[in-house]
């Protein structure tokens, strides 16, 4: 027997015992992830389910009732309960019934991974009137200031998203511009530190702006209740 | 493996609360502990998420310990380690979405904390089960007490609240610096002052009396 074939034979059962521990633990790590996914899903859904109704009231000052709607097949239909269609529609309305505006959900991609934010929309203004972060993992510190800083927040107090003549696109994109130089209501003032996360919102703003503004302006008397 | 000592006493759960506090004397595991404690509450529940992983980890670790060959154990440890923080994450989200918010991304940074990684393999992989628990629920109780301190005394100064609840008068102007991370570094800073202090004045009495 040569050498080779004598430390192989040592060898192999050290790598068998190797593979075992990581492919078994691995399973096993597995197994408990899905378990836990599975027992805390119904709950998770409904704690989320809440904090989308809280900013929902949040992006749309003195909306208190809501209704959901969705797009399908080219119509606007008013929707209860759970449906396939991701895209949705929240028209808050305030104590008299008066339609105060259209919540809308949007995501893109941020420094770190996917941004999930909800703006309001009022059509008697022609802009957005409010805007909060649902879920972003940006840096501590840094990108995560587009979720409390207050001058970028204020921002979104009246944006700009009037639509032009033809009604089929807006008559200014939304558009990013460096700190403290904001000068037209549609565009965005960065926040210092936070570019590439300013930018993020931006681009998601303006990718949900430019495609739901028309849609939202053509059925505004289906969202009136 | 060498046989595992299987006593253990009070000791072994105290030390990481006091004589081996992870933050205060081991000064491991800085980012959460800068970062997150701008408030009591979010201090004390990272703190607490942290102790979940450390104690489930150091267990899972302490039972596979003859199991696992030695050249992989560090990448079996992280695999453990990131599988309970998963698990941590989900049940955070479970309890309450806005914690798991103000935690942000520090929730999934659990994994590198190193804290979790050295008790796995300075002591759970070397430890019975029982012992490796308790060591690791005193490391992580040592945690959080460490987080807590750091919040309660940032949330005070820099909002005037303690748990959300309005502690200073209304006259009190908030010192923003405090929540914002510079305020991290005084008051870890000057907790580590106090601690060192005690230390110092403890050996000297010690010398005092063998004197």
């Known amino acids: 027997m040569s050498q080779t ?26 197994l408990l992830i899905v378990t836990t996914y599975e027992m805390t899903f119904e709950t998770i859904k409904a704690n989320k389910a809440e904090v989308l109704e809280r900013a929902i009231f949040k992006v749309l000052p003195g909306s208190e009732t809501k209704n959901i ?78 979720e409390k800083d207050a001058a970028f927040q204020k921002n979104f107090a009246a944006l700009d998203v009037s639509l032009d003549d033809a009604g089929q696109n807006l008559k200014n994109e939304v558009v990013f511009v460096k700190n403290g130089t904001k000068t037209n209501p549609w565009e965005i003032d960065g926040i210092t530190g936070a570019t590439i996360s300013s930018k993020a919102v931006t681009a998601i703003i303006q990718n949900s702006a430019s495609a739901n503004m028309p849609v939202i302006n053509k059925n505004l008397d289906k969202f009136k209740k | 493996m060498n046989e595992p000592n299987k006593t253990f ?36 529940a990272m703190g607490l998420a942290t102790a979940f992983v450390l104690v489930m980890s150091s267990m899972l670790v302490s039972m596979l310990r003859n199991f696992i060959p030695k050249q992989v154990r560090i990448a079996t440890f992280i695999l453990i380690i ?42 759970a992989s070397k430890n019975t089960v029982g012992k490796s628990i308790i060591d690791a629920a005193g490391m992580g109780a040592g945690f959080t007490f460490a987080l807590l301190c750091l919040g309660v005394v940032r949330e005070i ?25 510079g305020g991290g570094f005084f008051t870890l800073g000057a907790w580590l002052l106090l601690f ?16």
């Open chain 1, 5 to 30: 074939d004598m430390a192989q034979m040592i060898e192999a059962p050290k790598s068998w015992y190797m593979i075992r521990a990581l492919a078994g633990i691995g399973l096993m790590c597995a």
């Open chain 1, 69 to 146: 709607f969705e797009v399908n097949n080219g119509e606007v239909e008013k929707v209860e309960g759970e449906t396939k269609n991701e895209m949705k529609y929240y028209a808050g309305y305030d104590a008299n019934g008066q339609l105060v505006g259209i919540a809308l959900e949007a995501a893109g991609q941020g420094f770190q991974d996917v941004v999930r934010m909800l703006y309001g929309y009022s059509p008697e203004k022609q802009a957005i009137v409010g805007m909060q972060v649902l879920e972003s993992k940006e840096t501590p510190g840094l990108g995560d200031k587009i």
């Open chain 2, 9 to 44: 006493d009070a000791t072994t759960f105290v030390k990481g609360l006091w004589k081996e506090n992870p933050v205060f004397v081991q000064v491991l595991g800085m980012c959460p502990t800068l970062a997150v404690t701008n408030s009591a509450t979010n201090g004390l």
């Open chain 2, 82 to 123: 990131a599988t309970f923080v998963t698990v941590a994450e989900y049940l955070i989200q479970a309890i309450s979405i806005d914690i798991h918010k103000a935690l942000g991304a520090f929730i999934s940074l659990i994994v590198v904390n190193c804290i979790i990684l050295g008790r796995a393999e300075a002591f």
């Open chain 2, 157 to 181: 100064l820099g909002s005037g609240t303690l748990f959300g609840l309005q502690v200073l008068g209304q006259g009190f102007e908030p010192w923003v610096l405090m929540i914002l991370p």
């Open chain 2, 196 to 211: 060192n202090y005690m230390k110092e004045r403890k050996a000297a009495k010690m010398q005092e009396v063998v004197a």
